[in-house]
């Protein structure tokens, strides 16, 4: 079977939209009679679909045990893109009677909290000006939370970073990563020391990580990318970390403590600088000589952008270049 037709086999079936949304009820329910209930069909309308389905692809989708029906590893792969065609579906009528609505569409971007509080802030407020229609939803979690998102097609757009184990390979400017999605470099993320406005430490001129091992610090979760940076920062310079610490990634709590005490914490400069505008916090004089690996876009290769996600990725595109110092040369080589 040459690769077109491999590729279309769906057509030649007739697949059935209703045979994916069984597909992913019953993965929810784990029952043949409870999924049909749901999507509104008799128990064997479903059981039929779903035989036709197996035979379609010459495998068994779900095993019956005394639990319920559990999905094969072959069942395992038609759920995950049932879902991401029931999504793309979905999204397509939403932006369908958004248009007509006489509204622009709608973007969903997931990010990490460095990038959402300054790329992508940046990027909405200027889209916003300009397409006051738009409508625009942002998730902030860490990459690792996105990721799954993103490939199941909950979001159009995402800004995080690669994961260890999801290595990119390099397709011209853009980066394939694993589970069919793209990668493009955005920002570099230095990490700074900080603390309240008015903390001792800022009057002093003899500042190292040695002579402050001893403080208070409040630091990201062990596990975290960051925590680990910082742990590994310590190790390189034959110091033990600190032991009086208080653990949360929190950006809140993390700026309550701080103006509650003489605590010291780690951040990514671009918020911490943010920060130190609104008069919270203040960056210590000290070079911290480590970073978070960089940060990108991150796109599904399966789903051709709508217009207004297109235009929210070519503003990301510039703003992310202007405030990291990347540019196109950097792009390609980098």
Known sequence: MNRDAQSNWFIRARLKTRQLLLLATMDEEGNVRRAAEVIGMAQPAASKLLKDLEDML???LFDRTPQGMRPTVYGEVMIRHARMVLSDLSHAYDEISSLRAGLAGEVRIGTIAVAGASIVARAVARIKRDYPRLRVSIQVETSNLLLPLLAQGELDIMIGRVLEGQAPVRHGRNYGLNHGLKYEPLGREPLCLVVRPGHPLLARDDLSLAALCGEPWIL???GSVLRHRIDMLFASLGLAPPLNVVNTGSLPVIA????QSDMLAVLPTEIARQYE???????LPLVLCCELDNFGIITRFSQLPSPAATLVLDVLREIGLDASGLDAQGLASG
């Open 58 to 60: 010459g495998v068994s």
């Open 220 to 222: 990201h979760p062990s």
């Open 256 to 259: 309550s403590l701080l103006e």
């Open 277 to 283: 505008g609104y008069g919270v916090m203040q960056i």
